[in-house]
């Protein structure tokens, strides 16, 4: 197989951005299109040129020309169709969640495993430099012991009227399965799944539609993370910040597609020779197509190393200095390049019999696992 041929099922918002990212990739070709919704279908033929446009999947499945298909409906058929697909032979690319329930995920693991197909989930959030460097740090130890972070997550709800499926519970499953699942996994990725989790729901006053939740996960190492997600806002002002802290640093993840990270960390001549030179090379290779700078700034410094204390511990130093990498281009692009990113790597993974993608069910049912926690359930 030369070129990986995808389709995408479910030609909604999401799939303009998907559409876009695959539109710029030399291992995936986009060939068909599929979506109940007749508009939809004209549209995506207008704007793509593709023909092959099918208003069913049970249409779609037999072309024997699509090797992967891309599950882009609302989350509550992600396991429907996605079991079709994989009984009829496709490898599968699931938009997020996946599935409602971490049971049904393990089904479709048990059934992309015993036919031999290869499936991923789109946490876009993984495939971006930044959460690459954090990830990094906390592997090498590089500032001690991750014991803290805290998600703000002030989200757009202007495209989202009272009709939208998002606030159906048994359509998107919630705040914590629809959206929190990319945050958790994250989480998950560094620390791995917390010891418990609990969450508080909160209804707008007015509707009574759950607009905001907050929670909170402790972790085996002792870390404790906040998660807060409100969708309240106006998309030109929203905002959204990802803190961790770790015993020598405080790091930060700013926009929901971050292009910036800073990090205050209290430093030696070695530890910032690795974070300018090493840990900078490694991450402006980590997503083709963005490039990443750094700048830094001496916040305090002394003349010779000292010996500080701090959970009891001792640690030298010989300068504060804040880091502020930032990627080169707008967070569209880095969007865009996360999806592509994330696509081509089940490509890889398709064509390459052994090679297992960076992202898998498991992920998605560990941070299914988690949200569940938070919904206690
Ligand atoms: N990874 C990300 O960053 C990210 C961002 C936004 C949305 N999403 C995910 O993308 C998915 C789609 O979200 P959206 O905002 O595009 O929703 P949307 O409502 O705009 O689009 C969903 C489309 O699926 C179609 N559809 C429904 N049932 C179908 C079926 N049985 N067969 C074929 N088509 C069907 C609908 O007609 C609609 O056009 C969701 O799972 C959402 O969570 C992911």
Same mark, same amino acid.
């Given at each position: 197989?030369k070129?990986?041929?995808a389709?995408?099922v479910?030609?909604?918002?999401f !799939?303009?951005?998907?559409?876009?990212a695959i539109?710029?990739?030399?291992k995936?070709?986009?060939?068909?299109?599929?979506?109940?919704n007749? =508009?939809?279908?004209?549209k995506?033929k207008?704007?793509?040129?593709?023909?092959?446009a099918?208003?069913?999947?049970e249409k779609?499945?037999?072309?024997?020309?699509?090797?992967?298909?891309?599950? !882009?409906?609302?989350?509550?058929n992600h396991?429907?169709?996605?079991?079709? #697909?994989?009984?009829?032979?496709?490898? /599968?690319f699931?938009?997020?969640?996946? %599935?409602?329930t971490?049971?049904?995920?393990t089904?479709?693991?048990?059934?992309?495993?015993?036919?031999?197909?290869?499936?991923?989930i789109?946490?876009v959030m993984r495939?971006?430099?930044?959460?690459?460097i954090?990830?990094?740090?906390?592997d090498?130890?590089i500032?001690?012991?991750?014991?803290? %972070?805290a998600?703000?997550?002030y989200?757009h709800?202007?495209s989202?009227p009272?009709?939208?499926?998002?606030w159906? &519970?048994?359509?998107s499953g919630?705040?914590?399965i629809e959206?929190g699942v990319?945050?958790?996994?994250i989480?998950?990725w560094?620390?791995?799944?917390?010891?418990?989790? &609990?969450? =508080?729901k909160?209804?707008?006053?007015?509707?009574?539609?759950?607009?905001?939740v907050l929670?909170?996960a402790y972790h085996?190492n002792?870390a404790?993370?906040?998660y807060?997600?409100?969708f309240?806002?106006p =998309?030109?002002?929203e905002?959204?910040s990802?803190s961790? /802290?770790?015993?020598?640093a405080? !790091?930060?993840t700013?926009?929901w597609?971050?292009?910036?990270?800073t990090i205050? #960390?209290? /430093?030696?001549?070695?530890?910032?020779?690795?974070?300018?030179?090493d840990l900078?090379i490694?991450?402006?290779s &980590?997503l083709?197509s963005?490039?990443?700078?750094?700048?830094t700034e001496?916040l305090?410094?002394?003349s010779? =190393?000292k010996?500080?204390?701090?959970?009891?511990k001792?640690?030298? !130093?010989?300068?504060?200095?804040?880091?502020?990498?930032?990627?080169?281009k707008?967070?569209?692009?880095?969007?865009?390049?996360c999806v592509r990113?994330?696509?081509?790597?089940?490509a890889?993974?398709?064509?390459?019999e052994?090679y297992m993608p960076?992202?898998?069910?498991?992920? %998605?049912?560990k941070?299914?696992?988690?949200?569940?926690?938070?919904?206690?359930?």
């Open positions: 197989m070129n990986c041929n389709a995408i479910g030609l909604g918002g !799939a303009k951005l998907i559409s876009a539109k710029e990739s030399r995936v070709r986009l060939i068909a299109g599929c979506d109940i007749l =508009e939809r279908l004209e995506f207008e704007e793509t040129g593709i023909e092959k099918y208003d069913n999947i779609l499945l037999p072309d024997s020309d699509i090797d992967l298909v891309i599950v !882009a409906t609302l989350p509550s396991y429907d169709i996605g079991q079709l #697909a994989l009984k009829s032979g496709k490898h /599968v699931f938009e997020k969640p996946g %599935a409602l971490p049971h049904h995920i089904k479709l693991i048990e059934l992309s495993e015993s036919n031999n197909l290869k499936t991923s789109d946490f495939k971006n430099p930044l959460y690459f954090l990830k990094e740090i906390h090498l130890n500032f001690g012991l991750l014991e803290r %972070a998600l703000e997550n989200a709800d202007d989202l009272p009709e939208h499926w998002f159906d &519970y048994e359509k919630g705040i914590w959206h990319h945050f958790f996994d989480a998950n560094l620390m791995g799944i917390p010891k418990k989790a &609990y969450g =508080e909160i209804p707008r006053e007015t509707s009574g539609i759950i607009d905001r929670g909170t085996n002792g404790v993370i906040s807060y997600h409100g309240t806002k =998309e030109a002002f905002k959204t990802f961790f /802290v770790f015993e020598k405080y !790091a930060k700013e926009g597609i971050p292009i910036k990270l205050d #960390a209290m /430093v030696t001549p070695d530890i910032e020779k690795f974070l300018m030179e900078l490694k991450a402006r &980590y083709p963005v490039d990443l700078i750094l700048e001496l305090n410094n002394w010779q =190393e010996t500080f204390m701090g959970r009891g001792k640690y030298r !130093a010989t300068a504060i200095t804040k880091f502020t990498y930032k990627l080169t707008d967070r569209w692009e880095v969007y865009k390049a990113q994330g696509i081509e790597d089940l890889a993974a398709i064509k390459n052994k960076d992202v898998t069910l498991y992920d %998605a049912k941070a299914l696992d988690v949200a569940l926690m938070m919904e206690r359930r």
